[in-house]
């Protein structure tokens, strides 16, 4: 499992640490390991380190300070270093010194942008690596327009120092200009911006360094699953086990009007987990036709006993559809509310009421159908899932390129993997099969939600494999998914 810390909790951490270790030997810990990636990455895109040139983008703190420390490493390994100062006055003073000991050039943001072409203004255009240190644990806002301007002449690719300057730190988002890296090389700990959207499209690879901080760092603000974590909580059947003990999951969703959707949940759930599934609604002739195994009727009063009810994906929002959700809800078994059941709890608060107190809920909206449970979405996603699942008394996952899920006691899953596959109509609709059967088979709603964000990421990979991939063969690479996995049966 991959942690993550807000910058507050890893600032705390650092003030202990600093306070019982040499002045300056974090700060060399941590650019000696820049200067390793960006001596790797030189040999990989030339095939030599020296005789390379890199340039350094300084700005006033000890982000600046890192990348000049790693820039006096890389001329040890013969490299030929120019640092463009964004804040010449305010620079990291040891920092400087030891570039300029170690023979580094050091030029001025306005020496390179003046349209002069000696080798000081050229820096930039000639340098086969870019290190990234104008802004780190300080960022706030986007580019100021001097380091933007700076940063949209660099051609060669941009190894990032903690993390892209331009970019927030805590919430991932980008209002401005910023950094796109081709590798990000952080310190202590994770921090939000690698695993949230849009800040960690622009981190590239992100390698953690480790400077002595876990010890004091606590508990993290936010995990990330991964393979291990989804394998050791994957529901597969026991020696003892027959096909109602996996736990049945009921499917309460389509209609007539889109029976597609409920062909699409009940394949996430029949292809998630052994056992059984049972499909409730008047798409149930369409179900069958797909899936010969579904147990489908027209109605919740005909569908027998579930261990889980998934209700929404083109229910619609008439009146039927409203009942429909109010009588899962009140089945006093766990209930994943996707699409049109999110919109209707959103427009008709009583049915709320219907709920058994306790009975555990997942709630997966995408930014629309959030902004209609629980307002704008604002900037900081994490903040606002945690507020919504607390307010709701549910575990709530906010779709999207980083997915967030947060229960109702404040923990927070983060799925993050850059590829954008699962953007496809009815996607979603396969998401929620999966997590049905998920909680039907007895997950804890936190990690039923947060493997099953892993497992429809994955499928999605697999089915895509390098080109644009509808929802049903999204479900269809399920199977292929758990596979890859290699759970113990
Ligand atoms: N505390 C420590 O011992 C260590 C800190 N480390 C480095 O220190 C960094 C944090 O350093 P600082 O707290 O000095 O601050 P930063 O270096 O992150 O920020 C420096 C300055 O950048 C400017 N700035 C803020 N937002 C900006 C924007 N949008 N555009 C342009 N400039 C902007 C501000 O004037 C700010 O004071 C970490 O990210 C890490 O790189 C590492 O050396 C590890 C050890
Ligand atoms: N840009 C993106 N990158 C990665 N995944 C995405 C992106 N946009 C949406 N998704 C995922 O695709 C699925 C879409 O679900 P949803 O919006 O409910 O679509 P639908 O209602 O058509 O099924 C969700 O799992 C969501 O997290
Ligand atoms: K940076």
């Given amino acids: 499992m991959r ?19 040499q002045p300056g030997a974090l700060m060399r810990r941590a650019a000696f390991a820049v200067s390793v990636h960006a001596a790797r990455m030189l040999r990989e895109r030339s095939g030599r380190v020296a005789g390379c040139r890199v340039a350094l983008l300084v700005g006033a703190g000890n982000n600046g300070g890192d990348a000049l420390w790693a820039g006096a490493f890389l001329r040890r390994r013969g490299v030929g270093v120019t640092a463009v100062l964004l804040a010449p006055d305010k620079t990291h003073t040891e920092g400087l010194a030891a570039l300029r000991r170690a023979g580094g050039r050091v030029v001025t943001a306005a020496d390179v942008s003046s349209e002069r072409s000696d080798g000081d203004s ?46 927030d730190p805590d919430t991932g988002a980008v209002t401005g200009p910023a950094v796109a890296a081709a590798a990000t090389v952080t310190f202590g700990a994770y921090k939000p911006l690698h695993v949230l959207a849009p800040a960690a499209s622009r981190c590239g690879e992100v390698h953690l360094i480790d400077i002595g901080l876990r010890p004091e760092l606590g508990e993290p603000d936010f995990r990330v699953l991964d393979p291990g974590d989804v394998a050791a909580r994957l529901p ?25 959707a409920a062909v699409l949940t009940t394949s996430g759930a029949v292809l998630t987990k052994s056992g059984m599934v049972r499909y409730a609604g008047s798409a149930a002739d369409v179900v069958r036709a797909r899936w010969p195994e579904v ?25 039927g559809a409203r009942e429909t959700v109010r009588e899962v809800l009140a089945a006093d078994v766990p209930v994943i509310a996707d699409a049109d059941a999110v919109n209707l709890l959103a427009a ?29 979405i604002g900037d900081d996603h994490v903040a606002a899932v945690v507020a919504a699942a607390k307010r709701c008394d ?96």
């Fill in 3 to 21: 942690e993550v810390w807000t910058t507050g909790r890893i600032r705390a951490a650092e003030d202990v640490v600093l306070a019982r270790t």
């Fill in 122 to 167: 050229n820096a930039l255009a000639t340098a086969d690596l870019v290190i990234d240190g104008i802004v780190g644990l300080a960022a706030r806002g986007g580019l100021r327009p001097d380091a933007a301007a700076l940063v949209e002449r660099v051609t060669a690719p941009i190894i990032a120092v903690d993390l892209p300057s331009g970019v």
């Fill in 236 to 260: 597969l059947p026991k020696p003892a086990d027959d096909k109602y003990t996996q736990g049945v999951v009921g499917v309460a969703a389509g209609g007539s009007t889109y029976p597609g």
């Fill in 295 to 319: 147990i489908a009727t027209g109605s919740l009063s005909d569908a027998g006993r579930v261990q889980a009810w998934v209700t929404g994906p083109g229910l619609g929002t008439a009146s």
């Fill in 348 to 376: 008709h608060p009583d049915l709320w009421d219907a709920r058994e107190p306790g009975t555990p809920l997942v709630l997966t909206p995408h930014e629309r159908e959030f902004a209609r449970l629980a307002g704008d």
């Fill in 394 to 489: 549910a575990v709530v996952l906010l779709k999207g390129h980083s997915t967030v899920i947060a229960d109702q006691d404040g923990r927070v899953l983060v799925h993050y993997t850059g590829r954008a596959w699962p953007a496809t109509a009815g996607s979603g609709d396969v998401l929620s099969g999966i997590i049905g059967a998920l909680l039907a088979a007895g997950v804890e709603p936190l990690f039923a939600a947060g493997c099953a964000a892993w497992l429809h990421d994955s499928a999605a990979a697999i089915a895509a494999s390098g080109a644009p991939t509808p929802a049903s063969l999204i479900a269809e690479a399920i199977p292929a998914a758990i596979r890859a996995l290699e759970p113990k049966t």
